[in-house]
C-alpha cells in the first residue's frame, strides 16, 4: 500500500510511537496529579515531559501556557469561543478549515460576531486591499492558517503578525498542517495544533499555546487533582483548561513522536518532502489534462498537492487509485471556504495527494506510473 493522505493523519507513525502507547498502558496509565502513590507519581511525571517536549518542539518559552487537547478542533474551539466578545470582530483568511469556519459561524448566529473573510489566492497570499481593510478595523482577533490543507501553500504568517502586532490585534494560527513540516515564523497570541499529522504522533492528541497575556475562557469544567477544595475551576495553568483524565498513552506517544522529530531534524524532514513533492508535482503536470494548484515545483511549501482534471471524474481517478493500493483524498477536505476561493468548489473540490517522511521515492514514481496508466 502506498500512502498519500498524511494531511489528514500521518501513516505510519514515527518509531518508538507504538511502543510507548503500550508501555504506558502495560505499565500503568495512571491518573496524574490524583495521588501520592508510585503509579500516580509516574504519571505526573510523564505528563509533565510530554509537556516540556511539545513546548521545546516549538519553542515556546513557558510549557506550563501550552495546553493539551484532544485534537487542534477543540484548541481552536478554545480560542475561538473563549475569546471572542459578543458582537466582536474576526477577521480570517478565505484558506480556513472548517475547524475555523464552523465554530465561527456558530459565534456569528449566537453572538452576534461579525466576520471579514480576506481573499487568499492559491500561493497563500492575501489580497492587499482586503487585508488592509481588514486591519484597518481593528478586529478582535486575526485568524490565520499557517498552510492550506488543499494547496500545500505556505501563508505569509510573518507579515500579517508584524501587522497585527503594530495595531495591537492578536492572531490565532491554526499550525494544524505546517507544524512537524515547516519552521514556525511566530507562535501568536494562539497557536492551535494538532499531534497526529506532522508531528507523527497519536490520535487524539493535540494542544493550544498560549500567548502573553492570553487566557480564553474556559470550554469544559471538572477535576483537576488540584484545588480540590474549590467548587469552582482553577486558575492555575495548565490545569484551568485541562479538566478530567489526560490521554496519557496518546501523549506517551507524542513524546516518543517528538523525540524522533528533534533527533532527526527539521532541516532534514523539510529537505526530504520538498524532493518528493517535487517529483511527485513535475510528473503530475507531465500528465494530459491534469491541472495542480497552488505552488510550483521548487517553492516553499508543504508536502500537500491537489489536481483537477476538467474531464475526469475525480471520485473515480481516487477508486482506481484505491483499486491499486494508492491512499489519497478526494472532495473538499472539510474546507469548503478555500475550495471556493480556488474555484474548485463547483467542481467538488480536488484529488488530494499528501506524501510524508516516510514516503519513498520508489513509491512517488509507482503512483505517477499508476496516474499515467489510468489516464491514457
Known amino acids: ?48 515531559e510530554a509537556r516540556e517536549a511539545c513546548a521545546g518542539f516549538l519553542g515556546a518559552p513557558h510549557a506550563e501556557r501550552l495546553i493539551f487537547t484532544p485534537n487542534a478542533t477543540m484548541a481552536l474551539n478554545l480560542a475561538l469561543l473563549g475569546s471572542v466578545p459578543p458582537g466582536g470582530l474576526v477577521a480570517l483568511s478565505s484558506l480556513e478549515h472548517n475547524a475555523v469556519m464552523r465554530p465561527l459561524r456558530h459565534l456569528e448566529a449566537t453572538q452576534g460576531v461579525r466576520l471579514m473573510v480576506i481573499p487568499f489566492d492559491a500561493y497563500g497570499r492575501p489580497e492587499p486591499a482586503g487585508l488592509r481593510e481588514a486591519l484597518d478595523q481593528h478586529p478582535d482577533l486575526f485568524v490565520l492558517t499557517t498552510a492550506s490543507n488543499v494547496t500545500g501553500a505556505l501563508t505569509p504568517v510573518a507579515e500579517i503578525e508584524e501587522q497585527c502586532a503594530r495595531r495591537g490585534i492578536p492572531l490565532c494560527l491554526d499550525a494544524s498542517q505546517s507544524v512537524g513540516h515547516h519552521p514556525l515564523p511566530t507562535l501568536g497570541q494562539f497557536l492551535c495544533f494538532s499531534g497526529h ?23 469544559l469544567f471538572g477535576g483537576t487533582g488540584s484545588s480540590s477544595e474549590r467548587e469552582v475551576q482553577p486558575d492555575i495553568l495548565p490545569d484551568r483548561f485541562e479538566p478530567g483524565t489526560p490521554n496519557l498513552p496518546g501523549l506517551a506517544g507524542l513524546q516518543a513522536a517528538l523525540q524522533f522529530l528533534a533527533a532527526t531534524g527539521l532541516s532534514a524532514i523539510q529537505a526530504q518532502e520538498a524532493a518528493l513533492c517535487d517529483e511527485l508535482q513535475r510528473g503530475l503536470q507531465a500528465l494530459p489534462g491534469v491541472v495542480v494548484h497552488g505552488p510550483g515545483p521548487g517553492q ?40 471556493r476561493s480556488l474555484g474548485t468548489f463547483a467542481g467538488g473540490g480536488t484529488l488530494r495527494l499528501s506524501p510524508g517522511f516516510f514516503t519513498t521515492p520508489q513509491e512517488i514514481r509507482a503512483t505517477l506510473e499508476a496516474m499515467e496508466a489510468i489516464l491514457t
Request: overall charge neutral; aromatic content about 2%; hydrophobic content about 40%.
Open 300 to 339: 516553499p511549501r508543504i508536502p500537500v498537492l491537489s489536481l483537477t482534471l476538467p474531464d475526469r471524474d475525480l471520485g473515480e481517478l481516487a477508486l482506481e487509485l484505491d483499486r491499486r493500493g494508492i491512499c489519497t483524498r478526494v472532495g473538499l477536505h472539510c474546507a469548503p471556504a478555500a475550495h
Open 197 to 219: 499529522k506532522g508531528l507523527l504522533g497519536p490520535a487524539g492528541t493535540g494542544g493550544l499555546l498560549l500567548g502573553p497575556g492570553a487566557l480564553p475562557e474556559p470550554l
Open 1 to 48: 500500500m502506498i500512502y498519500l493522505d498524511n494531511a489528514a493523519t500521518s501513516h505510519p507513525k514515527a518509531p518508538g510511537v507504538s511502543a510507548a502507547v503500550a508501555r504506558c498502558l502495560d505499565e500503568g496509565a495512571c491518573s496524574p496529579g490524583r495521588g501520592s502513590h508510585p503509579l500516580a507519581l509516574a504519571a505526573s511525571r510523564l505528563l509533565f
